[in-house]
């Protein structure tokens, strides 16, 4: 069996990206049926995380129907382990770093460089029930056309006590 380290890549990228769509969606459906979805609705509610370990746990449990359903689609469409196995890494890896980006944003969103405008936190501050769905990255509501931008930047915002990118709660 030949290794194509091309397919291998391809589904390490299409997992994250496939994880980055999902989290949307749920965080989204979260939003139109609150009444199933309690917990988010107290999360809004006390505005805080639950620390990265805790919400990597809510992820991976949260996502792991769907990555079973897409491994078992793979292994009938006759992807090798190799590119089963890219996507699962795929998955988990989104599932980390959302993690991690959404304690940041709740701790020190002022660290999400590589966000315009870190939507999770703004979702929570203004209120945006309807938009900024966003986690880790805005691109998904950019396409779906929810994405607000606001001005977030605070007094406190642009002057933020000196921590840095681990000095987040992690349990």
């Not at 505005?47 to 491994?71: A, N």
């Amino acid at each position: 069996m030949l290794i194509n380290i091309t397919q291998i890549i391809t589904a390490l990228i299409a997992g994250f990206l496939v994880a980055s769509l999902g989290e949307y969606w749920s965080h989204r459906l979260m939003h139109k049926f609150p009444k199933t979805c309690q917990f988010h609705v107290d999360h809004h509610a006390d505005g805080t995380g639950q620390g990265v370990v805790k919400e990597l746990r809510d992820y991976v449990l949260g996502g792991l129907p769907i990555l079973l359903l897409t491994i078992l689609v793979l292994d009938r469409i006759g992807a090798n382990s190799y590119i089963q196995i890219s996507w699962v890494i795929g998955c988990l890896s989104y599932a980390v770093f959302a993690a991690y980006a959404h304690q940041l944003q709740h701790d020190n969103p002022k660290l999400c460089f590589w966000l315009t405008m870190p939507v999770h936190y703004v979702h929570h501050e203004h209120h945006q029930w309807h938009h900024n769905f966003g986690i880790g990255v805005d691109w998904w509501d950019r396409i779906f056309r929810t994405y607000k931008l606001v001005n977030w930047q605070t007094e406190s915002q642009l002057h933020p006590e000196e921590r840095g990118y681990l000095q987040i709660r992690w349990w």
